[in-house]
């Protein structure tokens, strides 16, 4: 395993400041902007807290370091600052998950996984392919029981998994980059488990011969060993998947579908979200308080729910931020949330 490090003194630890104007609020939600766009040209994909205080945003910076774009970024006072690691990163960062301050891994293109055990200072892991080839495809999110079992998905059918850490990852299924449009195959884009048995991966199923797709939503009791195909009716991307508990759940994706569930998947029904963007991410606090943020090229949009999505509000957004794709919501509770769009901007529940 390569061993990356970044500096343990705060003096090389390369700070990017946050744009901190409080003014900017969205009227019908009171979110507040903490950052507008991000001072170096970085794309933001996903954001997590582990409290009030502390959280981690992940992401591409290539207009900074062509060589080096992906990047991590850390904040120990709610997102007013943050701070940069060190550590050089060939390759963009997709998703990130923390089991608590410490303890968090992030994964992202030509399959990259790193992880961190003080929540600053974040080193290389490996997964191997046949035990010979290094995992080149792209993960897209990851996903941790506790400090050794952990779970992340990706494109080209790819489960993989480890039960040290990350110090050791097999790959389940998949792994393996094949030819363009030749076969067909699963992307999978979200994953979430509620124990070391049970889980749900979300994505889409891909017929190149038909020239057709299906969403895929599927379901494991035995801690991944098998799957089970959980039925929508539906033919739309999944970009996230996100269960309170073993019953209720929630899917979110293309054309703005959002897929509802009350027994742990055995029946998913759509619910109306008012929109035809695709949805990129969706989280609750509880049974009844949601939201689910998303959008494309020069559209943004912010969904709320306050009786469990069987209505969705499109919420108001200031002028300055309304064309901002929005990539991903971190929900602490239901007075606390936090959400990143594609320039950089940073927004937190008033």
Sequence with gaps: ???????????????????????????????VILQKSDPDIRDYMSITFTGAKTGWVVGSAAFEDFENPGFIGYTKNGGATWEKSEIKL???????????????WAVGADGIIVSTNNGRDWERQVCKVDK??????????????NKD??????????????KNGGRHWETLQGGKVGNVGDDETSMFNAIQFLDENTGWIAGVRVFPETKSQKTVIQKTTDGAM?????????????????????????????NGVI??????????EEQKSGTTETLRSVQFADKHTGWAVGGDFGVG???STNNG????????????????????????????????????LILKSK
């Excluded at 061993?3 to 009171?30: D, E, Q, V, Y």
């Excluded at 060939?90 to 968090?104: E, M, Q």
């Excluded at 079992?149 to 480890?162: E, K, L, M, P, R």
Aim: charged letters at 20%; hydrophobic letters at 45%; proline letters at 1%.
């Design 309 to 344: 999505g069987k209505k969705w509000e499109i919420e108001e957004m200031a002028e300055e931020i309304q064309k901002i794709k929005m990539m991903n919501v971190f929900v602490l509770d239901k007075d606390t949330a936090w959400l990143v769009g594609s320039t950089g």
């Design 90 to 104: 060939k390759s963009d960062l997709h998703g990130i998950y923390f089991l608590d301050a410490n303890h968090g």
């Design 226 to 254: 098998t799957w089970e195909m959980q039925e929508t009716g539906k033919e739309d991307i999944l970009e996230d998947i996100f269960f309170l508990d073993a019953s209720v759940g929630w899917a979110v994706g293309e």
């Design 132 to 145: 010979v080839l290094e995992l080149n495809t792209a993960l897209k999110a990851v996903y941790f029981i």
């Design 1 to 31: 395993m390569n061993r990356l490090k970044s500096s343990r003194h705060l003096s090389k630890i390369i700070r990017f400041s946050i744009i901190c104007t409080l003014a900017f609020t969205l009227p019908a939600a009171g979110w």
């Design 259 to 268: 897929l509802h569930t009350t027994n742990g998947g055995k029946k998913w």
């Design 301 to 303: 949009i912010i969904l």
């Design 149 to 162: 079992v952990g779970y992340a998905v990706g494109q080209n059918d790819t489960i993989i998994s480890t």
